[in-house]
């Protein structure tokens, strides 16, 4: 009998080496990157119901019966327009607050991503753009100032992930988000991410290779309301242009947001609130969008779907109400589902 | 017409709810839930649902087990059950029929059409509750007849006693039976009844408000029966 040699051929020991090394690094790239997947919800603290009360409690109890594995907690910063570089931590959560919103849902056995927003009054955050160089220096010193504090807390309370941004997407193409990266690094140990609007702003950033996932909200137009075959083509279209994102950064995605209104007409701007439009309540276009968005979005790359938004109100929402939660809506009875798979349970 | 009453069966609380949230999009349907059959023949008696969705594999007593224990009482012989299973190839369907099942609908399920396929079975549910509810008004009639019948007897015996003990039977009958086909003001005024009865029977209430409340029944009885024969 002829002897089955172990090594391999000398010809193939660079090719073999090689694709060791390829493997380690992508060992190395997942091990940074998150360990379990964050599926949940973005909670809004509402007032009279502060994270740490019994009724926050309630509300993050009953995401979890949803099947919810993890929650966004969401300091707000706060700039008076979009040019201005005088840039401030929001009082909604000071520090206090978000280290009890971090105890309550870690002690729930839930993953917390700390995801900062910053609030632009009659405008929103992809807006921001100071209008000359000495104001983006002050803008991102600002933002440096009251990031950190975050970040240190994040770190402090043992928080999962944190996005060192939300969808500031006229400011990711400026060199000061690698010191900005740099320093969340230095006081942060977990999980590492921005989050963009959208594949466009995904596509574009170039800082992904010093992150450990790429982050994205996802609010593509999706047509008539009962077009589901279009919608499902604009999601789908969304999805791999994230993908391929992913696949060149060799990163994780986490989508940090997906969501619309319980309203008529939501599908074509989900990112329209309801603020900005009164229309009758549909819950059942919202839970149906939703169904779709959980079904194209289920694929190996994708590492956390977080859906906007859910109260630490627990009696929040409801048939009638045309809010972005899916609190006391059709959409529950979907999330459970592909959640927990409740509905295949023989 | 009331909503269809739908009581579901399956030992786990996850899909209970579901199936509770589910169903509850439909205005249709007014759902209970329990966690196993020995639970649901409990239900099925006491609440008379006009369908039942059964999980098939339940410990102790399965759904198969359940819907043969169903069939041997006659309150409950005739309700169509549907299994929901995720055993449902084309064998295990004809295996499900042939025990009586009136259906079958595969897990999992969609929540957001469940109500749909629950209701491609409603007509049979339909159909038996119109047949119940015919059965309820021609009882409810004779009821009346009977309550004006024992009105005299009251005042004759001791105390009244053999009539109020008629009269306390068919109030009580009367209150359960009529809200279960919409007859809510028939089923209020006859809990009235039994509760008069009642304080008769313990002294702290008299034979004259009993003789008013049976006369409030009948008359409620002639009224809403004849608006929903005029109504049909």
Redesign the interface.
């Known amino acids: 009998m002829a002897g089955i040699s172990i090594n391999p051929p000398t010809t193939l020991r660079p090719m073999l080496a090689r694709a060791v090394l390829a493997a380690l690094l992508l060992f190395a790239t997942a091990g940074a990157g998150p360990r379990e997947d964050f599926r949940g919800f973005n909670i809004v603290a509402t007032p009279g119901h502060p994270f740490g009360g019994a009724s926050a409690k309630r509300a993050l109890d009953g995401a979890k019966?949803l099947g919810a594995t993890a929650v966004a907690i969401i300091p707000f910063l706060w700039q008076p327009s979009p040019s201005s570089s005088d840039i401030v931590r929001g009082t909604d959560l000071p520090d206090a607050a978000l280290r009890t919103a971090i105890r309550q849902a870690r002690a729930l056995g839930l993953l917390v991503i700390v995801k900062p927003h910053v609030w632009v009054p009659e405008s929103w955050a992809g807006a921001i753009a100071p209008d000359s160089e000495e104001g983006w220096h002050a803008w991102f010193a600002g933002y440096r100032r009251a990031i950190e504090p975050i970040a240190r807390i994040a770190a402090e309370e043992n928080a999962d992930a944190l996005a060192i941004g939300t969808e500031l997407t006229k400011t990711t193409g400026r060199g000061e988000w690698t010191d900005v990266i740099a320093r969340a690094r230095a006081v942060f140990p977990g999980t590492l991410l921005y989050v963009a609007h959208n594949a466009d702003e995904a596509e574009a950033i170039s800082f992904w290779n010093r992150l450990d996932a790429i982050g994205a909200t996802l609010y593509p137009p999706l047509g008539a309301d009962r077009d589901r075959a279009g919608r499902l083509a604009a999601m789908r279209a969304a999805v791999e242009r994230l993908g391929a994102v992913a696949a060149r950064e060799h990163k994780p995605v986490v989508v940090a947001e997906i969501g619309l209104r319980s309203a008529q007409g939501a599908a074509a701007m989900p990112w329209e609130s309801a603020e900005e439009r009164d229309a009758p309540a549909d819950g059942?276009l919202q839970?149906?969008v939703l169904?779709d968005w959980l079904t194209v979005l289920d694929r190996p790359a994708i590492r956390g779907v977080l859906i906007w938004r859910w109260f630490t109100d627990p009696d929040a929402g409801g048939a009638a109400d045309t809010d972005f939660t899916v609190q006391g809506k059709?959409a529950?009875?979907?999330l459970?589902?592909a959640w927990?798979?409740?509905?295949?349970?023989? | 017409m009331t909503s269809l009453r739908i009581l579901h069966v399956d030992d786990?609380p996850?899909?209970r709810?579901?199936v509770a949230?589910?169903l509850g999009?439909d205005p249709a349907f007014s759902v209970r839930s329990c966690a196993s059959g020995e639970d649901a023949l409990i239900a099925a008696a006491d609440w008379s649902p006009d369908m039942i969705l059964c999980d098939?594999?339940m410990p102790v007593m399965d759904g198969p087990a359940t819907l043969a224990r169903l069939r041997e009482c006659p309150q409950t012989a005739d309700i169509p059950v549907v299994f929901m299973?995720?055993?449902a190839q084309t064998r295990e369907l004809e295996h499900f029929r042939s025990l009586g099942a009136a259906g079958v609908i595969a897990?999992?399920?969609?929540?957001?059409t469940l109500a749909g396929m629950v209701r491609q079975y409603a007509p049979a549910a339909v159909a038996r509750r119109t047949l119940l509810r015919d059965s309820f008004v021609s009882r409810a009639r004779a009821d009346a007849a009977t309550l004006a019948g024992c009105r005299p007897g009251l005042m004759q015996d001791a105390g009244g006693s053999a009539a109020l003990d008629r009269i306390g039977a068919i109030a009580h009958a009367l209150a359960g039976a009529a809200g279960i086909f919409g007859f809510h003001g028939i089923s209020i005024d006859a809990a009235a009844l039994e509760d008069a009865v009642a304080m008769a029977r313990d002294g702290v209430g008299s034979l004259d408000e009993v003789e008013q409340t049976l006369d409030c029944v009948v008359a409620r009885i002639d009224s809403d029966l004849a608006r929903a024969v005029n109504a049909a």
């Open positions: 019966r059942l839970a149906e169904a059709p529950e009875a979907v459970r589902c927990t798979k409740a509905c295949g349970k023989p | 786990e996850d899909i709810e579901v949230l589910s999009l098939v594999m299973t995720a055993r897990k999992p399920f969609n929540p957001l």
